[in-house]
């Protein structure tokens, strides 16, 4: 059924919350800078909670169900990150408090570099900034800025292979880099030849993410990040893919110089239907000078009976700051709890059983679906969603055919380099029943594209509203449901 | 698919009319049907402005792609079809007629020579396949 | 806990993939750097890690045990029992991006709704899904107007009474494109904003001013838009929610682009985030718009419903020649706002706004009594105002502190030239009493 909007609920004189009258004397604002009107509705609060909640039943959630979306990490979210990131003591804490009434939150923030570090092996942490591709747009600052640091102004270009998050790129333009395409080998690895032929010293670094976008763990990953220091460039790890890692390997010591962590994949924040995330930044020893200002640090060292004072420090080649105040606090707060709750060795059995999860319901889809590397997986793995002697049926028609089986279709259409594209990612707290009952769908779906094709073209037929039109859309261009007449 | 004879392309997907001096500028029928419903076009160029070959002169979207335009010979930008723009359908629907580009006054008029005639198009979208 | 196998289903699996052992599945992992061990401190129960955090956490003296008048970017602000409810709900929580419009038409119509809101609130056309906080939103800002003038205006000029933080996040963006200028406007902090006119010239792309602005002064910017506009630049407000429920909107002075932080929408303080950037504009500049945007069209059977639109201007499509690489917006907080505006609707945002205005403006006259401090007010102000006090602020702060209270913002720490400057807010939560009370201690602290 279709949900009115806010507006089309609204009537005229109804309140959903009272405010105390003023107990003040009276000061009249200045009549000229008052708004003519608030074109706002007007509800009651029943109004409200009906309506969204509503609304709330016409999404699909990690909550609801399987929710596989490959990049995406959608594990199940602990209900306790919430009850600890809603703590009045740290819900209620002003950023610009002075430092001696927040080193509760300090200390936190302060373990939760520490513990990043460890999980990574690198040497410093920003929490600073605010999501994954702030996170990476911050990680290549930095490289640029330590090779501007030692005067070396040519080098320009940035390497990116085929399979790379689309942000990769966009990033390194909005930073007035080059972009230079590398491509992958037949095994779905960097290919090793090609990069040596780019590297030369225009290069400031290489862009890699480990396991890539098909789910695979580059065998030569070494091998590439020293043909990258070879050339004196430098090379960021995008930590998309970090659950793939914990306790299994650590980035730092691989070699790489910079990466990003998702706090909102890896460590178990919720996503919110599109954010927040949480993007902090890990560093080697050379490039810690060039972190976001400020990062937490200890400001005056304990004495006999006084713990230290913790505080914040800029980092003296810092690139400058990249949101207000210190990161996305409420995340970092629940992104503990969980690093918390696991210690080690429930962090590296979260990544086994990840890997043992997508390796499973590969085992389960392979004879039906093409497979374009053939390997043992990490914690995802690419499909083809088409079959060669049925070119009308495509990965999205599988994809919204999911929808009527009650699952959250995988990404589709990425990464590019493989032809229509499903990836999937179904996360170590899916249980065998679900991948069992997932992969049953997935099989019945290629008997269906073969015999009764109308049922994928047609999907999804369960869900609040059937497939959208996108042109209309986008040429129409509704982007408000209600505006005032223009005087 | 659509490869009017008489005209030159690019294997970037663009073509010219030349006409003269004159080149007419749109992109070709395989380039439409490679980018489906378009709902966006935009010349990112004006009259007048000295145009190198092979630099970028409009902009188009459909709903799940973007493509770039390019000029593939130097000129001078002496006319733009203003009306394209709001109607970019057109470029599905007539991308050798309604749905011309921009002219240009070309500075070197052999550079067209180095593009596709029809048949050597033709034969390049096939190798591309679908 | 949160791996639900057990050890059958465990070898069941690793059977029907072909391997023996979990570690079997990591051979492509170089076998120096395979299975570190991590020095962590133990796994913890719930009721242990919770038990802990509790610590932590009232290891704070916070905004909830004081009585705040600090703000500078953040507010202490009412949220309903309302709020809270619906945003915890897991269908919003834990859903993510809405990819599939399908079964994502929950979350696709709330943002449809916040860009409704957002666009009636300041007064302009359109406005997008939303941004990580308001300094990134501004920085979008002027990432829309490099583009739109494809870079061949390169100078944006910044009003001086910006919150500084915001102006080192403009910086951080803008300053790798190609010879972008960034300039505050200005001599002194304190400069009234209608002086910008004599640093806009034909190379500006972009002038910005904030409303109120950092020092909680409002201005009237029509004839600044004007002779902004006379130039061919755009013009940019970086405004406060709350004072848009009673002032002037930036739309009715003539900006093309209005920003601003959504923190006092229904957003905790939460020590600095995650909070809410939104970004509203005119339909001329739908199109250079960064970020997300959900737009209404019908389904296959003709009914209503919600999209992502415009995508092909986004990261995925465009890869390097996207103009931003924003892939997420804030959604959660996206939607608290919406339920926060829808809540408290035309009359409680113009009342919670009035209520704000009301008791600043008795707080500045209570301080002003005060010997030694003097409240600078001869430009109208919302509800954050600048005291010079006699002494130095961390000095005030720290008594104030004992007795009870969050003192104001130390302007000094931004800027040498305004030392012993305190600003100070007042939102809807603090009674008259409170006022009363924490004039009395400014005043203590002052002869300590």
Known sequence: ?487 | MNTPQGLKYASTDEWLKVEGNIATLGVTDYAQDQLSDIVFFEVTVEVGDEIKKGTIVATIESVKAAADVALPASGKVIEVNEALANSPELINSDPFGGAWMLKVELTDPSEVESLMDAAAYASYCETRGH | MFIPHTDQEKEAMLSSIGVKRLEDLFTAVPEKHRFPKLELPDGLTEMEVLDELKDYSSANETAGDLVCFLGAGAYRHYIPAAVNALISRGEFSTAYTPYQPEISQGTLQAIFEFQTLVANLTGMDVSNASHYDGATASAEAGVMAYHNFRGKRSKIILSPAINPQYKEVMCSYLCGYENVELITGGKDPFENPEMLPEEIDDNTALVVVQYPDFFGRIHDFTNLAKKVHESGALFTVIANPTALGLLKTPGAMGADIVVGEGQPLGIPLSFGGPYLGFLATKNELVRKISGRLVGETVDNQGRRGFVLTLTAREQHIRREKATSNICTNQGLMALTATVYMSLLGKSGMKHVANLCYQKAHYAAAVIGKIPGFKVLDEHPFFHEFVVKCPTDVEHLNHHLLDAGFLGGFDLGKVDPRLKDHMLVAVTEVITKEEIDDFAVALKEAAHD
């Open chain 1, 1 to 487: 059924m279709t949900e009115p909007t806010i507006y089309e609920l609204s009537s005229p004189g109804r309140v959903g919350v009272r405010f105390p009258e003023s107990d003040v004397p009276r000061y009249d604002p200045p009549a000229d800078l008052l708004r003519s009107d608030l074109p706002f509705p007007e509800l009651a609060e029943i109004d409200v909670i009906r309506h969204f909640t509503h609304l709330s039943a016409k999404n699909y959630s990690i909550d609801k169900g399987f929710y596989p979306l490959g990049s995406c990490t959608m594990k199940y979210n602990p209900k306790i990150n919430e009850v600890t990131a809603g703590l009045p003591g740290f819900a209620f804490s002003h950023p610009l408090q002075p430092v001696e009434t927040v080193q509760g939150n300090l200390y936190l923030m302060y373990q939760l570099q520490e513990f990043l570090k460890e999980i990574s092996g690198f040497d410093a942490v920003s929490l600073q900034p605010a999501a994954g591709a702030q996170g990476e747009f911050t990680g290549v600052k930095i490289i640029n800025a330590y090779h501007k640091s030692r005067g070396d102004e040519k080098r320009t270009r940035v390497i990116i292979p085929d399979s790379a998050h689309g942000t990769n790129p966009a990033t390194t333009s909005m930073i007035g880099l080059e972009v230079v395409h590398l491509p992958s080998d037949k095994r779905g690895n960097v290919d090793l030849a090609a990069l040596k032929e780019i590297c030369d010293d225009t290069i400031a670094g290489l862009m890699l993410t480990n396991p890539n976008t098909l789910g695979l763990f580059d065998e030569n990953v070494c091998e590439v990040i020293e043909i990258v220091h070879a050339a004196g460039g430098l090379v960021y790890g995008d930590g998309a893919n970090l659950n793939a890692l914990l306790g299994i390997t650590r980035p730092g010591d691989l070699g790489f110089d910079v990466m990003h962590f998702n706090l909102h994949k890896t460590f178990s924040t919720p996503h919110g239907g599109g954010g927040p995330g949480s993007g902090p930044v890990a560093v080697t020893a050379a490039l810690a000078d060039f972190l976001p200002a400020p990062i937490v640090g200890i400001v005056e060292e304990a004495s006999d009976d006084v713990p230290p004072l913790y505080g914040f420090l800029d980092p003296p080649q810092s690139i400058g700051r990249v949101k207000t105040f210190f990161g996305q606090f409420g995340m970092l707060v629940r992104a503990y709890t969980y690093i918390r709750m696991h210690g080690p060795d429930g962090l590296r059995k979260v990544s086994e059983y990840a890997v043992l999860n997508a390796n499973y319901l590969l085992s389960k889809v392979k004879g039906k679906y093409t497979l374009p590397y053939d390997r043992i997986c990490m914690h995802e793995f690419v499909v083809e969603g088409v079959w060669p002697d049925l070119p009308d049926v495509h990965a999205l028609d599988i994809a919204k055919r999911l929808m009527d089986y009650d699952f959250h279709p995988p990404t589709n259409y990425f990464p590019l380099i493989v032809h229509e594209a499903l990836m999937i990612e179904p996360t170590e707290t899916e249980n065998k029943q679900t991948l069992d009952a997932f992969a049953d769908a997935l099989l019945k779906i290629a008997d269906e594209a073969r015999n009764e094709p109308e049922l994928l073209k047609n999907a999804p037929h369960n869900t609040p509203v059937s497939r959208l039109d996108e042109v209309k859309a986008a040429k129409e261009l509704v982007l408000c449901c209600w505006l005032p007449e223009k005087e």
